[in-house]
């Protein structure tokens, strides 16, 4: 399936990939393109990416949908035929929204709130939020508001977190409910649960001894507060992950030629397979092209002295300053030759993952950065192609278009 | 030499961190000092980057010699969490009664920091390895996992004093904190590349960073700036490619894609080029002390050469010396 049937068919599109990719420019170009399809697309961005507001012609992005204006999409490069729709995970506030749905009562609501577990704690959901990220995804998918979700991914140490961010957090949940039982208060409150082994209060005073009673108090309560959410949590994460493994959804892989950005990609596409989360297609993204044939490049990577000789023979009566000139564009040429080499190599090293030609897609480095909307309509200019089995052979003959 | 002993290498992901560190580490072997290269292992079963950097294998808990003058090792919180313990309890059965049960170990490790704080009290023992009369090391480069990582270090004192205030390990944060936010013993040094985002979130990390209350000693490091780029001057639009003498001659020479692929990556560099200038203008504007390390292409004869020609390179910025040098 091509990336533009996946934008017809899908209902959510995850971008993953190792941080600083370009993840975010994909999700929003990907958006644009579901908004061209018609279909009614929300792009759901994780990055504080200001740029990326005012490339979509939007005052700011924060955790409500906001409308991208139709000038924007036109600008593009695309006639607006749906809509499209944008907001950036505010996960604190995506955490606050959890705990007021879920809390059965105000008063379990007001502990957790106060709690100092759960004040740090929540730092560390908001530092690292592949949970709220996907959370805020089924909210979003559940509302119905939207044909299509396209989702920007956290830039987490393993992007897989990100799929595995539901189960995850109910095992957590569910190992720390053993926390309520470490004082004697937590323990009358869950009368019926018996613990095995040393004594309780043994065990207790052991940890406490080390982490001072308070954190201990701290976290006896804040899990008691949790007891009653978790039926919630268990529920929503098993929703969530049907929700990813079905045909409803799919994974797009971003990545550069960065030796690791594209180790990042293969474990990726290797847990997709593993895990069944349906795979959409690879984005390669900032890669040095050429159109050069390799006949000419010979003489000139030759080295210098045979490069303006070469020039000599091939220009005779040139002016001096032209000749001079030309001599330094070549000089460049070659410097930038460096950076194709480079990446033809970490390329052609995607060979063995076998994916469909029509999944592969390469990007070339633009001589523009991509934060301005025109520059958003020649990344998708660049994307609607797939590339085939020989991303290089198909971007050479290609490179002519990004000049 | 006196001087830091602790460089901490952070910074979004894709920016060439781990090379960095690495080829800093090596640098700073050539000058005579025996250096501790560290990673964190937050994540198990995630097998590190540093030792492909050195062609060595995977590094473990205990340091390994990778290159000469350079020993590395990988900080496995887990195991960083039960030598602490031990430390405290000093009863190997008590520890194994209470903290070896599944459920008290997954739970201890979810205190909010616990397993940062437990990297950090392994390399806090490094660091005291290099006091004078050990001189096991010299100096300690550490690889941190990310940006969010250290500023939760630096908040530190917020957590202790919020959710920890007394204890043994309140006293040990404590003492994390102070190595951390001293300028004399340590530099935090955040690794960018010049495009728009990396370069953004640099320097609100740099700031961020100032605004809290005992602000540590931070750099910034502009990795991978393509240099040598010769001034062509003001390059056409594909479309009046032609009318350009200079692309015109290359084009009469090899033909038209030729005159196309030549034009294509000049305007690429000169791209480079302004963005490198925009976004150093951005960080300079900042007043952090800043560092500028050149791309160095990578080497057919493998990582480990690599490392070596960046270690040329870093210390061709001056990056080294600067940092090793204690505040005034």
């Known amino acids: 399936m091509s990336l533009l049937s996946l934008l017809k068919e899908k209902r959510v599109v995850i971008c993953t990939g190792s941080g600083g990719v370009g993840k975010t420019t994909t999700s929003a170009a990907l958006a644009i393109q579901g908004a061209a399809l018609g279909r009614k697309t929300l792009v759901l961005t994780i990055d504080p990416a200001r740029r990326l507001a005012d490339a979509l012609g939007i005052a700011t992005l924060d955790h409500s949908p906001r409308r991208v204006p139709e000038a924007t999409l036109r600008a593009a490069g695309r006639g607006p035929h749906g809509t499209l729709d944008a907001m950036m995970l505010d996960a604190k506030a995506a955490l606050d929204d959890l705990v007021h749905r879920y809390a059965p009562s105000k008063r379990a ?6 709690n100092p577990i759960y004040r740090h704690g929540s730092r560390a959901l908001i530092e690292n939020p592949d949970y709220l990220a996907m ?24 992007a897989l977190d990100f799929f595995s961010a539901a189960r995850r957090m109910v095992e957590f949940l569910e190992r720390n409910r053993f926390l309520a039982l470490m004082t004697p208060r937590g323990r009358r409150s869950l009368v019926g649960e018996r613990v095995l082994g040393i004594g309780m209060e043994v065990l207790t005073k052991v940890i406490a001894r080390v982490t001072g009673s308070q954190l201990l108090d701290a976290a006896r309560d804040f899990f008691l507060a949790f007891e009653e959410m978790f039926e919630g949590f268990r529920e929503r994460a098993a929703r969530m992950d049907e929700l990813l493994r079905s045909d409803a959804a799919s994974a797009v ?18 847990a997709f397979i593993a895990e069944r989360i349906p795979f959409g297609a690879f984005i390669v993204n900032r890669v040095a092209t050429d159109a050069l044939p390799e006949s000419i490049l010979r003489t000139w990577s030759a080295g210098d002295p045979v490069r303006s000789k070469a020039l000599a023979q091939a220009l005779p009566g040139l002016a001096g300053n032209v000749r001079e000139r030309a001599s330094a564009l070549m000089d460049n040429y070659l410097l930038y030759r460096i950076l194709v080499e480079r990446d033809r190599n970490a390329l052609s090293g995607l060979a063995d993952l076998g994916i469909a030609p029509n999944r592969m897609h390469v990007v070339p480095l633009l ?19 797939a590339s085939g089995s020989n991303p290089f052979a198909r971007m050479e003959r290609s490179a002519g278009d990004n000049g | ?96 009664a209470a903290f070896e049960r599944p459920s008290v170990r997954k739970t201890i490790a979810f205190f909010p920091g616990l397993r940062e704080l437990m990297v950090l009290w392994r390399l806090r023992a490094f660091e005291q390895e290099t006091s004078k009369r050990q001189r096991r090391w010299d100096l300690i480069v550490f690889d941190a996992p990310s940006t969010g990582f250290v500023l939760f270090l630096l908040q530190l004192p917020q957590v202790v004093v919020q959710i920890l205030r007394t204890g043994v390990f309140a ?36 700031q961020r960073l100032q605004s809290l209350p005992s602000p540590a000693s931070v750099g910034i490091v502009m990795n991978a700036v393509i240099e040598n780029i010769r001034d062509v001057g003001p390059l056409p639009s594909p479309l009046a490619a032609r009318h350009d003498p200079a692309l015109a001659a290359i084009e009469a020479a090899w033909g038209r894609d030729a005159r196309a692929a030549v034009l294509y990556a000049n305007r690429t560099l000169q791209r480079a080029q302004e963005a490198v200038h925009r976004h ?43 940092v090793l040098e204690a505040p005034v």
């Not at chain 1, 990545?255 to 990609?265: D, F, G, K, M, R």
């Not at chain 1, 001589?367 to 192609?385: I, N, P, T, Y």
């Not at chain 2, 070596?308 to 010396?321: F, H, N, Q, S, Y």
């Open chain 2, 171 to 206: 006293r040990d944060a404590a003492e994390i904190y102070a190595l951390l936010s001293d300028p004399a013993r340590t530099q935090i040094l955040i690794v960018t590349i010049p495009e728009e985002l990396p370069a953004l979130e640099a320097r609100d990390f740099w």
């Open chain 1, 109 to 114: 609501r007001d502990t957790i709130l106060a």
């Open chain 1, 135 to 158: 959370e805020t995804v089924q909210s979003l998918e559940a509302e119905g508001n939207w044909d299509l979700l396209v989702v920007d991914t956290p830039p987490t140490r393993h």
């Open chain 1, 367 to 385: 001589d523009k950065e991509v934060v301005r909307v025109e520059g958003l309509r020649r990344f998708l200019r660049c994307l609607k192609k």
């Open chain 2, 1 to 96: 030499m006196e001087g830091r002993r602790l460089l901490m290498f952070t910074g979004k992901g894709g920016c060439g961190r781990s090379a960095l560190a690495a080829a800093t580490a090596l640098s700073a072997a050539r000058e005579g000092q025996r250096v501790l290269l560290a990673e964190a292992a937050v994540r198990p079963e995630h097998p590190g980057r540093l030792h492909a950097l050195f062609g060595a294998p995977p590094l473990g808990s205990d340091p390994v010699h990778v290159a000469k003058g350079v020993w590395g090792v990988r900080i496995d919180a887990d195991a960083a969490l039960r030598d602490y313990v031990l430390g405290k309890i000093r009863f190997q059965a008590l520890y194994r």
């Open chain 1, 253 to 270: 892989i971003v990545t550069t030629p960065e030796p690791h950005a594209l180790a990042e990609a293969r474990l990726l596409h290797a």
């Open chain 2, 280 to 322: 150093l203008g951005m960080l300079r504007d900042t007043q952090a002390p800043l560092w500028i390390v050149p791309f160095v292409p990578p080497s057919p004869r493998g990582e480990a050469a690599q490392t070596a020609l960046l270690a040329d390179a870093v210390r061709a910025a001056g990056l080294i010396t600067s």
